[in-house]
């Protein structure tokens, strides 16, 4: 807010200062202004242009007038830029502006379509104002813009974007990310507000990040602000969440569509060597392309995510799951396709787009492990408190403190006495009955978030998840999901150490014996991060040992590999 400073014979007095009243389209005649002293405010831009914005006809007046006159090409593009402002210019201001610049005059002609580049109101997707330009300009337009500016899509900013702030275009892709962030403002304080309403602990939404997260400037962090004047240098890095979810009227390609835009093309390989002729970074950029003009569904995305090997290509599978997460039109089956992924990759998504985007009430029913330290897994567990407080039935099952069999204390469930830190594990669970009460009507409480939209609501599942759900819903009832599923989270996570069962199956086998014996299972899995329950255990054992002879051989083990394969 605004300081008044008055000086005064003890010294400066400084008091808080009311602006609400002035209206700057009105101007000050009705505001009333102190007769001494001054005032420090913060500005703040919150504007957001409409998409249809351009450029008025006075100042369109103006510049044919000067530019028509007898200055040099190069001031041409200052006196464009300075007419512009912050504002944004239709594609055939722009080519009237262009046709200004004589054709030999290369340079400046590249200046200037790099100065309205990213002011192009009304284009989706901008590239294709390049190609009015001889080849020789677009070329040097491509290579002025850098890469920073192919890969932000207006329709599709989701994603993490590395800026160079002393290159004039990445600036301005800054400043788009501002504008988009401001323009979801309402959204980011509905959030906040729809939160502190829960139950089970404050829950601070800002500071675990909404649509602006690991933000850095020079490597430090910087927390977003409206008043902050973007710098004209330095590094800035941030993984931006386009909030907005697809409507009603959005409707996912067909499969004829999805073939034809990505899958064909993906699966393109040259005729000489039967190489993919893409490559892992080229199939990314031609999915952000593809989705800043279409959406997805989820079943579409499980796709494009199975096409890639966890063990070396988890980075890949990463990027895809990013790309597509604000335009899959069935959004709540999301959840479904985050259980292909593997314990990093999952941790990998949680930390680009953030808790409080992830986690999914209506689909909460899973495993979890989490450390109490940190304010992503604190908050995941807060709301699965309130969760299970809310809803009828005993949600937590098989709960664990610090690997010791623990029940979840009376405090706890109020939100008071729960530990700074910690490790909790437990499976949340659901009967049929509130699974379908919540689809038809919404979580349960005062606080929920009302009945999902139908087009939300998503019919992808995997199979061996499907099995486990009641008729018309993608998410299992009961408990005789938990142990299969902790299997293939165990394969899951072994994927992520092994690419090939010989090299898994070595390492676990501590006496070379060529067979596993429950201790070497225990032990092993340990070692590499996975504690079993001496229950779990048990029953890991029978689920391996098809003959029962009480250890493991490698085709027993080749058969668990197989069947839980991610």
């Given at each position: ?6 000086a005064?014979?003890e010294?400066?007095v ?14 000050s005649?009705n ?7 001054f005032v ?10 409409p998409?249809?914005e ?6 369109m007046?103006s510049?044919?007038e000067?530019?028509a006159?007898?200055?040099a090409?190069?001031?041409?593009v200052?006196?464009?830029q ?5 504002s ?12 200004f610049?004589?054709e030999n005059e290369t ?6 379509v790099?100065?309205?580049y ?9 590239r294709?104002?390049?190609d009015?330009?001889?080849?020789e ?16 899509f207006?329709?599709n900013p ?18 788009r990310?501002v ?5 979801m403002?309402?959204?980011?304080e ?19 990040g909404l ?5 850095r400037f ?9 008043s902050?004047?973007v710098?004209?240098g330095?590094m ?11 409507d ?5 390609m067909?499969?004829e ?9 993906w ?7 039967g ?5 892992p970074?080229s199939?990314l950029?031609l999915l952000?392309e593809?989705?800043?003009?279409c ?10 995510v ?5 063990h ?7 990027e895809?799951?990013v ?7 069935d959004?709540h ?7 292909l992924l593997?314990?990093?990759e ?6 680009r787009?953030g808790?409080v ?12 492990e ?24 005993d949600n937590?099952l098989h709960?664990t403190?610090?690997t010791?069999?623990?029940?979840i ?11 700074l ?11 049929a009955?509130?699974?379908r009460?919540i689809i ?7 606080t ?6 139908p087009h939300?609501v998503?019919?992808y599942?995997e ?8 008729e ?9 999901w ?9 394969r899951?996570?072994?994927?992520e ?8 199956f ?6 070379g014996s060529?067979?596993l014996?429950?201790?070497?299972i225990t ?5 590499l991060?996975i504690?079993?329950?001496p ?5 890991f054992?029978e ?11 490698i085709g ?6 197989t069947?839980?394969?991610p």
């Amino acid at each position: 807010g605004a300081v008044l400073v008055v000086a005064t014979p003890e010294g400066e007095v400084r008091k808080p200062f009311d602006v609400n009243g002035f209206n700057a389209d009105q101007g000050s005649d009705n505001w009333q202004l102190p007769d001494k002293g001054f005032v420090e405010v913060e500005f703040a831009d919150t504007r957001v242009a409409p998409s249809e914005e351009k450029l008025g006809d006075d100042i369109m007046h103006s510049l044919r007038e000067q530019l028509a006159g007898n200055i040099a090409a190069h001031k041409k593009v200052d006196v464009v830029q300075a007419a512009m402002g912050m504002s944004q210019l239709s594609f055939d201001q722009m080519l009237e502006l262009l046709a200004f610049i004589p054709e030999n005059e290369t340079q400046e002609r590249v200046n200037l379509v790099c100065r309205c580049y990213h002011r192009l109101s009304g284009m989706d997707d901008p590239r294709k104002a390049l190609d009015v330009l001889a080849t020789e300009e677009k070329s040097f337009v491509e290579k002025q813009l850098g890469a920073a500016s192919f890969t932000f899509f207006r329709n599709n900013p989701t994603g993490f974007h590395r800026l160079d702030l002393a290159q004039p275009a990445q600036r301005e892709v800054l400043l788009r990310l501002v504008g988009l962030k401001n323009a979801m403002s309402d959204m980011e304080e509905g959030m906040v507000k729809y939160y502190q309403k829960r139950g089970r602990g404050e829950r601070d939404v800002l500071s675990l990040g909404l649509s602006w997260r690991n933000a850095r400037f020079n490597h430090n962090p910087i927390a977003f602000s409206q008043s902050w004047s973007v710098p004209y240098g330095g590094m800035f890095d941030v993984d931006f969440v386009d909030l907005r979810r697809p409507d009603h009227n959005c409707a996912a390609m067909s499969e004829e569509e999805f073939e034809e835009a990505i899958m064909s093309k993906w699966r393109e390989t040259s005729a000489l060597l039967g190489l993919y002729t893409m490559s892992p970074n080229s199939k990314l950029k031609l999915l952000r392309e593809v989705t800043n003009s279409c959406h997805v569904c989820c079943d579409q995305v499980a796709r494009m995510v199975k096409q890639f090997s966890p063990h070396t290509s988890a980075n890949t599978r990463v990027e895809i799951v990013v790309s597509c997460w604000a335009r899959t039109v069935d959004w709540h089956g999301l959840a479904n396709v985050m259980l292909l992924l593997t314990p990093f990759e999952q941790k990998v998504v949680m930390n680009r787009l953030g808790p409080v985007n992830v986690f999914d009430e209506i689909m909460a029913v899973g495993y979890y492990e989490l450390d109490l330290q940190s304010k992503t897994d604190r908050f995941i567990f807060q709301e699965l408190l309130h969760l299970s407080t809310s809803e009828p039935g005993d949600n937590l099952l098989h709960v664990t403190f610090n690997t010791l069999d623990f029940t979840i204390p009376l405090p706890w469930l109020t939100g008071e006495g729960v530990p700074l830190k910690g490790k909790i594990s437990f499976y949340f669970v659901r009967s049929a009955e509130v699974q379908r009460r919540i689809i038809e009507q919404g979580p349960y409480g005062s606080t929920g978030a009302g009945k999902p939209p139908p087009h939300s609501v998503s019919a992808y599942a995997e199979d061996w998840w499907r099995h486990y759900c009641e008729e018309g819903f993608t998410s299992p009832t009961g408990s005789d999901w938990v142990y299969p599923y902790r299997c293939r989270r165990i394969r899951h996570k072994l994927a992520e150490k092994f690419d090939q069962i010989e090299h898994c199956f070595g390492r676990l086998d501590h006496d070379g014996s060529g067979c596993l014996d429950r201790r070497e299972i225990t032990t092993g899995l340990f070692e590499l991060g996975i504690w079993l329950h001496p229950q779990e255990s048990r029953q890991f054992l029978e689920q391996l040992d098809d003959d029962g002879s009480g250890t493991v051989s490698i085709g027993e083990f080749q058969k668990f590999w197989t069947q839980f394969a991610p």
